[in-house]
C-alpha cells in the first residue's frame, strides 16, 4: 500500500473580517479537498507540546513520527546544518542566520529581505568574513542561512532568541539573543556583537549588489540532532518532498531518501508543479511519501489571509487534485493520504498557535466521517490523537475509524493537552511566537 503524508504548513487559522469572518480553510475554492473530505475521516492531532517551542520542527518531528521530547534538538538550525553538507560535533551549536530588512527607526521591517533570490543571498553569505575562527557561516536558501558556534558548549536551551518572522515591525533592541545562565550570556553578548556588526559589510555588499538585506537575525539555536532511522522503526522505504533546509535535514537524520529540487523555495513562489512530478516519481519507488508546502505558512507570516487563501486554492489545484488523481489511477484501492497543517498560524498577527490541528485521512479502509469541506470547524469535538502517536494507525492495514476508542488505542493512555495548550500559550523559548 501507497501511504502518503501532505503537511500543509501553516494552513490553519482564525477567522478574519477580510475574509468574511472566515478561515483560509473556509474560503478558498478547494473540489479536490472537499472530495477527501467527503470520502474520508476528519480528526484532529496535537502537534504542539508545552516544554516545546510552538513550530514546523517540532510540529514535523511528531508527524513523521518521533517523539519530539527525545528527538528535538532545540530548534531547526542543525537540521538545516545536516542539509548545508557540515555536521555537528559536541558542544557545537547552530544557529539560523536570516537575512533580513530593518527600517530606519531600527525595527524589523522584513524577515524575508525582500524576498531576496539564492544566488544572490549566496554571494553575500560567502563573501563575508567573520574575525571569529569559532563562527562557520554556511549558505542556505533565499533569506535562510545557517551559523555554526564550534565548540560553544551552552545547551541552547539556555539562550532566548526571537524567529523574526514573528516580530515584525517591532523594535530590534529587545529582540536580540540573552542567556539565562553567565556562560549562555557571555555567548549571547558574541552573537548580539556578531549581529549589530553585520549591518556594515551588508551595507558595503549592497552598495555594489543592491539587495533589501539589512543584517543578519540569528535565532533557532540547537545542538546536533540524532534519529533511528524511518525504515528500520516503521518498515516503510520513505522519500520525502519540500523546500525547507530543516526538513531536508530531518530526512538525512532519519535515513529517508530526499533532493534538492530547483524551483522548490519554501515561500509563496514554490515550483509546486516540480513537487508534483517528485512525488509521482518517489511513489514509483517508495512506500512511504511526506509531502510538505511552506506558502501558507509564509502569507500568514506576512498577516495576508487573501493571499493564503489563494495559495490553498492553488495547492488544491496543482498538487491534491493531480496526486489524489494519480493514487486513485495507478494504484485503485491500495492507498492512504493523510492531510494536515504541522500548526495554526495566525494572519491577524503572524504568529503560531498550538490549538490541535485539523486532520483529513482518505483511503483504503477508512470509515468516512461524511464532512462536505475539510475545515478547522470540521474537525471541532473531534477526537484529538496525539502527533507522533498517528504514524503507527496511519500505516497500519487494519481499518482506521476516527473515534473516541481510536484515539484512546493510538494515544497509548497519554493524556492529550487541549485547553492547556490554549491557556498556558507556550511560553518557552519564544512561545507561539517561535
Request: aromatic share 8%; glycine share 8%.
Amino acid at each position: 500500500m501507497k501511504h502518503v503524508i501532505f503537511c500543509v504548513d501553516g494552513m490553519a487559522d482564525f477567522a478574519h473580517p477580510a475574509l468574511g469572518q472566515r478561515t483560509a480553510m473556509e474560503a478558498a475554492r478547494t473540489p479536490h479537498l472537499d472530495h477527501l473530505a467527503r470520502m474520508g475521516a476528519i480528526g484532529r492531532s496535537q502537534t504542539s507540546f508545552p516544554t516545546l517551542p510552538c513550530g514546523s520542527p517540532v510540529a514535523n518531528l511528531a508527524i513523521l513520527g518521533y517523539d519530539p521530547h527525545k528527538y528535538h534538538p532545540n530548534g531547526r538550525s542543525s537540521f538545516e546544518a545536516l542539509a548545508a553538507g557540515t555536521r555537528l560535533r559536541p558542544g557545537d551549536l547552530s544557529l539560523r542566520c536570516n537575512l533580513i530588512s530593518v527600517s530606519a527607526d531600527a525595527r524589523i521591517d522584513d524577515f524575508t529581505a525582500g524576498q531576496i533570490e539564492t544566488d544572490v543571498a549566496a554571494e553575500l553569505v560567502w563573501s563575508y568574513e567573520i574575525a571569529d575562527t569559532k563562527m562557520e557561516l554556511y549558505v542556505g536558501q533565499q533569506y535562510r542561512h545557517c551559523l555554526i558556534v564550534r565548540g560553544a558548549h551552552v545547551p541552547p536551551e539556555e539562550l532566548v532568541m526571537a524567529a523574526p518572522h514573528c516580530h515584525q515591525q517591532e523594535p530590534l533592541a529587545p529582540l536580540l539573543p540573552r542567556g539565562t545562565t553567565p556562560r549562555a550570556e557571555a555567548l549571547a553578548g558574541k552573537l548580539r556583537a556578531f549581529m549589530l556588526d553585520s549591518r556594515g559589510p551588508i551595507a558595503r555588499f549592497n552598495a555594489h549588489t543592491p539587495t533589501r538585506a539589512s543584517m543578519f537575525w540569528l535565532w533557532s539555536p540547537s545542538g546536533s540532532p540524532l534519529l533511528p532511522a524511518f525504515e528500520s522503526t516503521y518498515g516503510k522505504r520513505a522519500a520525502l518532498v519540500c523546500g525547507l533546509d530543516f526538513l531536508k535535514g530531518i530526512a538525512i537524520a532519519a535515513g529517508i531518501e530526499t533532493k534538492n529540487i530547483v524551483g522548490t523555495t519554501g515561500y509563496i513562489d514554490t515550483n509546486l508543479r516540480a513537487k508534483m512530478r517528485f512525488s509521482v516519481n518517489y511513489l514509483r519507488n517508495y512506500d512511504f511519501l511526506y509531502l510538505h508546502v511552506n506558502s501558507l505558512d509564509e502569507a500568514a507570516h506576512n498577516r495576508d489571509p487573501l493571499l493564503k487563501a489563494r495559495m490553498l486554492e492553488e495547492v488544491d489545484a496543482q498538487l491534491i487534485g493531480p496526486l489524489t488523481a494519480y493514487l486513485e489511477r495507478s494504484h485503485p484501492g491500495d492507498w492512504r493520504l493523510m492531510v494536515l497543517p504541522d500548526h495554526y498560524t495566525l494572519s491577524h498577527d503572524g504568529t503560531h498557535h498550538p490549538r490541535p490541528v485539523p486532520v483529513l485521512v482518505a483511503g483504503a479502509e477508512v470509515t468516512p466521517t461524511a464532512q462536505r469541506r475539510f475545515t478547522e470547524a470540521a474537525a471541532v469535538d473531534t477526537p484529538v490523537v496525539i502527533g507522533q502517536r498517528m504514524m503507527e494507525p496511519f500505516l497500519a492495514p487494519q481499518r482506521l475509524t476516527w473515534d473516541a476508542a481510536f484515539a484512546a488505542e493510538a494515544n497509548h493512555g497519554e493524556p492529550v493537552l487541549g485547553q492547556e495548550l490554549e491557556q498556558a500559550h507556550l511560553q518557552v523559548a519564544g512561545g507561539v511566537r517561535g
